[in-house]
Each structure stands twice: as structure tokens, then as C-alpha cells.
């Protein structure tokens, strides 16, 4: 720890405090996420090991790089590459009738993807996408940050916790209780926030798990077993929930263009077998003419 400084706190992590610090050798500027071990004996929290254990394999572009792991008494401190802003800090910030650029809404949907495309081909799924843990830099850079609930899953998937993903970037299937999911939680995660960045307002803000998903359905829908077979033997599927029958999603987003639409339909496909892949994203006319070499590097 001699090595760094700690300059100010700047939030609250998932597991402790994270500080903006600096490395007193090099004058790099880096985030410490210091994280509380509770008693000596008890060692890392496996948590905390599964972060680091998946973050040291991830080195990517667009995902924000574990510098270094230190440990000083009973604490621990993640050494994370500094991003000062976010992609919900960034949202807020732009005046209230401004939209952001659609060519920025593009080359962050496309750098978000090829984030995820990596991952998932590691077999790690994020389960916790959204706004907040989204960094990004003044270059037109984005970053995914926080693996904090992220886990390599092995096939088939194994049962999870449902402790993942904020509400209103949740997925159906885990909303429904479903014990296996997929690469296609964040698939959907990735959808709800183009939406998100297209509008600057939440595509489904529910305040509670049944609100939720009642908002889905309201725009999408309600599922049936002929759009989504299985549905209704999902733990948490009620027949008696309400029976919305149009998808209205194409009027939340009029300023997105067709091929735009097209894309987010396609995210946000209630049958996780036939949601797109984060592959097939990359691939889909949205990116034609796109050229990749403008994506900033670094």
C-alpha cells in the first residue's frame, strides 16, 4: 500500500468504499476499492476472490482493467484503472431537452457489446449491467465496470442466487423466478440501456418485482406460451396476471431509426432461446456503414 496515496472517497462499492488514489511511483491516477475483511481468520470473501479471479482474465478494450490486488491488515484493496465519470452521471448531466448523439448511442452500444461478446465467450456472465457501472472517458471510450455479482458459469448453467441485476435492467426470466439462465440476461440488460441512451429515460422503471414486470408487459406484451413456451411453468408465473396483447415499444422510442428498433426488439425477445446474441448485435444492420476503426481505443 506504500505505493499509493489515497486522494478523496468517491462511492460506495459493492463490497466497501472506493477512493480515487494515485500511484506514487508511476503518477497514475487509479480507483481503490477497499473492501472490509471481517475478522483475520476468515480471509477473502470468496466474493471478492470470484471478482478478482474474473477481472484478471478480462483484459479488454472496454473493460475496466484490475490493476493490481494489495493487502493491508484485515482490508483488501482492488487497484482499478480511474474512469471519473459514468454513463448515468453522463445522462444526467447532458441539459434536460438534449438527447445524447445518435453516433455516441452507436459506438457505445457497439463498445458495450463487444465487451459482453468477450465475456460470454469466457463463459462469464456480468448479471448486474446497467448506467452506474458503465464508465467512460472524455475520448468517447466506454467501459464495463463492476463485476462485483459476475460469475463463470460452466454448461449447462447452474442454478443461481437471484441477487443480480438492478430491477429495471432485469431480465424476465429471472423476474419469473427461472432457476438457469444465460448469456441472454445481459442481452436483455444491454437492450433496456440503448433504450435508455435513445430516450434518456428508463425504459421500465418498476418500483418492485411484480411492477416490473407488469411494465414490461404493458409495452411488450404479456407473455403466452405460443411467443415464450415455458412461461407459465416459470416459479413465479401467474395465470392471473394481467393480459396486455399489443407491443408498443416502437412509439417509447421514436428517435431511434428502424434498423434501431429492429435491434431493440430483437434484445428484448422474452424467450431467451430466441433473443439475439451478443454475436449476432455486432452483426445487425444498426452498425451497417459503422466503421469500427472510429472506435477510440483508449
Keep these: 500500500m506504500d505505493d499509493f496515496q489515497k486522494i478523496e472517497k468517491i462511492g460506495e462499492g459493492t463490497y466497501g468504499v472506493v477512493y480515487k488514489g494515485r500511484n ?7 480507483a481503490m476499492k477497499k473492501i472490509r475483511l471481517e475478522t483475520e481468520d476468515e480471509g477473502i470473501p470468496s466474493t471478492a476472490i470470484r471478482e478478482i ?12 482493467s484490475l490493476e493490481d490486488v494489495l493487502m493491508e491488515e484485515n482490508r483488501l484493496y482492488l487497484i482499478f484503472e480511474f474512469l471519473s465519470m459514468d454513463l448515468k452521471k453522463y445522462m444526467d448531466s447532458l441539459p434536460a431537452e438534449k438527447m445524447m448523439d445518435p453516433e455516441l448511442v452507436k459506438s ?33 471510450v466506454i467501459k464495463v465496470a463492476d463485476f462485483g455479482l459476475g460469475r463463470s ?32 440476461v445481459d442481452v436483455w440488460s444491454i437492450g433496456c ?26 409495452i411488450l406484451r404479456t407473455p403466452t406460451e405460443e411467443i415464450w413456451p415455458g412461461v407459465t411453468s416459470l416459479p413465479d408465473y401467474k395465470s392471473t396476471f394481467p393480459c ?22 430483437k434484445c428484448l425477445v ?29
Design 24 to 30: 506514487k511511483i508511476t503518477g497514475q491516477i487509479v
Design 193 to 218: 440501456i440503448f433504450a435508455e441512451m435513445a430516450t434518456r429515460k428508463p425504459l421500465f422503471q418498476g418500483d418492485s418485482e411484480i411492477d416490473q414486470l407488469f411494465r414490461m408487459f404493458r
Design 53 to 64: 479471479s474474473l477481472l484478471k482474465e478480462l483484459k479488454h478494450p472496454n473493460v475496466v
Design 270 to 298: 422474452y424467450d431467451p432461446m430466441l433473443r439475439i446474441s451478443a454475436k449476432k448485435i455486432l452483426e445487425h444492420k444498426y452498425f451497417d456503414g459503422f466503421e469500427q476503426c472510429n472506435i477510440p481505443t483508449e
Design 244 to 265: 396486455w396483447t399489443q407491443n408498443n415499444l416502437a412509439s417509447q422510442v421514436s428517435n431511434l431509426d428502424s434498423a434501431g428498433i429492429d435491434l431493440l426488439q
Design 108 to 140: 457505445y452500444m457497439y463498445q458495450i457489446t463487444a465487451a459482453m461478446l468477450f465475456c460470454h465467450k469466457r463463459r462469464v456472465l456480468h448479471r448486474d449491467l446497467k448506467p452506474q457501472n458503465l464508465l467512460i472517458n472524455k475520448e468517447g
Design 153 to 184: 458459469f460452466g454448461i449447462p448453467v447452474r442454478n443461481y442466487t437471484h441477487e443480480i441485476v438492478t430491477l429495471w435492467y432485469r431480465a424476465p426470466e429471472v423476474l419469473l423466478g427461472s432457476p438457469r439462465y444465460s448469456c441472454p
